[in-house]
């Protein structure tokens, strides 16, 4: 067995179902370490053990598991030589009442499970060791009535504590201490009995202070009154929690002195737990005892996939028995890959001590190896093709193989040109064959369904396809060719007949058509008509979009011999070529008729001085003249 074959059969998820029955930590423990098992006696055994399991709850039985939890982590603590809790040690007085009221349920059982009922004759009752624990620890803390000592220190504190209480009220009721106090209640701190005092009195009041409030505004303190009784009170604490010790370590040792034969009894615990899982899981599935061999012969009968739910089709097959190898052929989506699926699970299922869901009389056959080829192996990682991935599965596979191997392949051959893939899964088919594994292959190709009809030792199956409806009803019909329905799907679709018939010549003779096709028919090139200039008369006052600045400018001045159109963009004349200008509106469209077009190409400032000096503003004239001046003087 491998990792890709527990993936790809999708074996963990089935044993995480069944672990899911399971009442403890114990039991799943179990089933993370449960591995199928390639040896009949021990496939037979386990079997055994989930029907008697599933013959005890279908006769109304109901182990009592109640009580049992994992112990582990505290036997742990054993190893360590450390001393139990009085928690801890409860829960190993209702793991040791637990594992006694399944020892006496199991002891009778013996008409139903004669396996089951004997492993409990290899348990231990410990009722000695139930009743110290339950006698001298109560509400998880060790009982006064333990030891007589422990019960007079207890006596002793509580009249200690009676003592320092009757004190403190007094202190509390006391007219002289009355502005001191900050609320009057006793307040237990750090082990001591204390008052809240303010922080400004601190000083007035004689005592010691135990702990101080986060804001400083409070000192609980403990009073000289009671500062004796408090010592006394201390030294009998420190007796009472010796004695605890003492009676604790007593009782630890008595678990310890027993130590072998309670891991023995979580050993049994753990094994009923994951085998009722398992009668569970066979219950709800309504599974049975397959039969089983060691000699390849699998034979099931009305079988279903453990993890498909619903309305499965059941599958009927059988191998091992007149042929070794099965080449499945059939359309795709037609439930080739399940029958392969289910046919390993349930294999994988059967040598875990799994009932699977089938009819009476269904065998399957123990494998030393299972190996698979199912889906698309693609490695992003390694930079494989599918095809090149499927090829080094396939390289390990075969030098893996022995005659106790069971071979599941998808598409064998498949992600190449056909003729090579075809004649290359032969090849692997036949070397697979002659180390005498078991194989179920699924293929398309045409060539090793032939092959497989010429060789003695396979056996052809087809998925069963509705014709009329075009639907796969997913039935295996072994003895019987499939094919791909690629003719019958494009006759439903109205392909021609004579290209369907044209086809069906090919697939027989390969004697292609290799005329040439009919002059006229061809289409010649037309006569290239020279390119009629369409370009736009660009007038003044135009917007114009620029494609090499995506902004809008006017036109200025006409377009030159150059195709050169002068334009005003940004407060500048610039020349662009009219092929990168796009007319966006017309002048006539933007401006009122009679508008004058050669302002909107004069700066603001030129056009206000020039309409001061039309109206005789003197500062305008000024501002000339001055100008003049300047002009002569450079």
């Not at 109901?62 to 582990?72: D, L, T």
């Not at 497989?452 to 056996?459: L, P, T, Y």
Request: hydrophobic letters at 35%; a neutral charge.
């Amino acid at each position: 067995m491998n990792e890709n074959t527990f993936e790809k059969l999708q074996y963990t998820e089935l044993k995480e179902i069944v672990k899911s029955y399971c009442v403890s930590g114990l039991g799943k423990q179990l089933f993370d370490k449960l591995m199928p098992s390639s040896n009949l006696i021990v496939v037979k055994h386990r079997l055994t053990e989930t029907s008697e399991g599933r013959a005890i709850l279908d006769a109304g039985g109901n182990v009592p598991f109640v009580g049992v939890s994992n112990i582990e982590h505290i036997i742990a603590k054993l190893d360590k030589g450390i001393i139990l809790d009085p928690s801890e040690l409860l829960s190993i007085s209702d793991f040791l009442r637990g594992c006694r009221k399944i020892k006496s349920f199991m002891t009778g059982q013996e008409f139903f499970a004669p396996t089951l009922s004997s492993y409990a004759n290899s348990m231990t009752e410990f009722v000695e060791i139930e009743e110290e624990i339950n006698f001298s620890i109560k509400n998880n803390q060790v009982d006064s009535a333990a030891s007589n000592d422990l019960k007079r220190v207890r006596h002793h504190i509580q009249t200690a504590e009676q003592k320092i209480k009757e004190r403190l009220n007094k202190f509390l009721t006391s007219s002289a201490n009355k502005n001191y106090i900050q609320e009057f209640i006793i307040s237990f701190k750090n082990d001591h009995y204390t008052i809240p005092i303010k922080s400004s009195y601190k000083n007035q009041v004689q005592g010691t202070i135990i702990e101080i409030s986060s804001k400083g505004s409070t000192v609980f303190m403990e009073p000289s009154v009671v500062g004796k009784l408090s010592g006394e009170l201390a030294l009998l604490k420190s007796e009472e929690a010796m004695l605890e010790y003492q009676i604790l370590a007593t009782l630890t040792g008595l678990v310890v002195e027993n130590l072998h034969a309670i891991n023995i009894n979580m050993e049994l615990i753990s094994q009923y737990d994951m085998i009722f899982a398992k009668a569970k899981y066979s219950r709800h599935v309504d599974g049975i005892e397959p039969k089983i061999n060691d000699y390849g012969n699998v034979k099931l009968l009305n079988c279903k996939h453990p993890l498909l739910s619903g309305h499965v089709v059941p599958l009927q097959f059988q191998i091992g028995n007149g042929y070794r190898s099965l080449i499945i052929t059939g359309p795709n989506a037609g439930g080739k890959t399940i029958v392969l699926k289910t046919i390993g699970l349930v294999t994988l299922a059967t040598m875990s001590g799994f009932h699977i869901s089938a009819s009476e009389d269904t065998e399957i056959a123990v494998f030393e190896r299972i190996f698979v080829d199912i889906g698309d192996n693609q490695s992003l990682e390694n930079a494989l093709s599918t095809f090149s991935s499927h090829m080094k599965n396939l390289s390990e596979i075969l030098q893996a193989v022995n005659n106790n191997t069971l071979l599941l392949f998808d598409e064998i051959g498949s992600g190449t040109e056909p003729n090579e893939g075809a004649a290359l899964a032969i090849s692997l088919l036949e070397e697979f064959y002659s180390k005498g594994c078991i194989t179920v292959a699924s293929t398309h190709y045409g060539e090793i369904k032939r092959f497989s009809e010429m060789h003695s030792d396979f056996m052809n199956a087809a998925m069963q396809f509705n014709n009329e409806t075009l639907e796969p009803l997913y039935k295996l019909l072994i003895g019987q060719s499939g094919n791909s329905n690629a003719l019958w799907i494009s006759r439903k679709m109205n392909i021609p007949e004579k290209v369907l018939k044209r086809a069906e010549e090919y697939m027989e003779n390969k004697e292609y058509r290799l005329e040439r096709l009919n002059e006229s028919k061809i289409r010649k090139p037309k006569a290239v008509v020279e390119k009629v200039n369409n370009s736009i008369d660009y007038q003044k006052g135009d917007r114009v979009k620029l494609l090499d600045h995506d902004d809008f400018g006017i036109v200025y001045k006409e377009k030159d011999k150059y195709y050169n159109v002068s334009v005003y963009y940004q407060n500048q004349l610039i020349e662009v070529n009219e092929k990168r200008l796009k007319l966006e509106l017309k002048a006539e469209e933007l401006y009122p008729e009679g508008y004058d077009l050669d302002s909107s190409f004069v700066e603001y400032k030129t056009r206000k001085l020039n309409h001061d000096i039309e109206r005789g503003s003197k500062k305008a004239l000024r501002k000339i003249d001055k100008e003049i001046r300047n002009n002569k003087l450079n």
